[in-house]
T-cell receptor, first 113, second 115 residues
């Protein structure tokens, strides 16, 4: 069935360093890939998204890359700060009609001071 | 814009009772709303896709007679957990989007505890 795999499940980086989270998806028709940040007890918040007609997108310290051939997409956070600590989820739309969005298993990111 | 309101934020109920959760898109019309379930320290698992004016589409393994979904208008979808049991205790969260390939906007979620 359709699935999105996410790695690593936990990630600890020194403040100021970069963090990279990787995801793969199974549905070749997927064409929309959002990333969400969820802080403890709160709703997921969209931080960046990318569509299949673009290979890379950047917003300040956050960037996402997409390799449609390999069905890989990644989140890059540079110059990490303590407030970046949270759980990050990748997601992918399913089907050419993007009728639903399914999520990866999540990455718990911790920023060490 | 794109505010989604979910109510209640938490509820405690006894086994065998039913609980209704409301999800409203406050400043946009949502043809489609999605209901997710999240266990502690786990991902968001899609339960069903709620389409305005038609029956919901349930994911495999989700009992449609237990989790009743109604999407009566373009701004309101409800999830009713019928005959709740302790194993139904979880965090239920709805989301809505403006359309295909558009960001999902999430409600605050409802923490359900069944005693």
């Amino acid at each position: 069935g359709e699935n999105v795999e996410q790695h690593p499940s936990t990630l600890s980086v020194q403040e100021g360093d970069s963090a990279v989270i990787k995801c793969t998806y199974s549905d070749s028709a997927s064409n929309y890939f959002p990333w969400y940040k969820q802080e403890l007890g709160k709703r997921p918040q969209l931080i960046i998204d990318i569509r299949s007609n673009v290979g890379e997108k950047k917003d300040q310290r956050i960037a996402v890359t997409l390799n449609k051939t390999a069905k890989h997409f990644s989140l890059h956070i540079t110059e990490t700060q303590p407030e970046d600590s949270a759980v990050y989820f990748c997601a992918a739309s399913i089907g050419s009609s993007a009728s639903k969005i399914i999520f990866g298993s999540g990455t718990r990111l911790s920023i060490r001071p | 814009g794109a505010v989604v309101s979910q109510h209640p934020s938490w509820v405690i109920c006894k086994s065998g009772t039913s609980v209704k959760i409301e999800c409203r898109s406050l400043d946009f019309q949502a043809t489609t709303m999605f209901w997710y379930r999240q266990f502690p320290k786990q991902s968001l698992m899609l339960m069903a896709t709620s389409n305005e004016g038609s029956k919901a589409t349930y994911e495999q393994g989700v009992e449609k007679d237990k989790f009743l979904i109604n999407h009566a208008s373009l701004t309101l979808s409800t999830l009713t957990v019928t005959s709740a049991h302790p194993e139904d205790s979880s965090f239920y969260i709805c989301s809505a989007s403006r359309g295909m390939n558009s960001p999902l906007h999430f409600g605050n979620g409802t923490r359900l505890t069944v005693t």
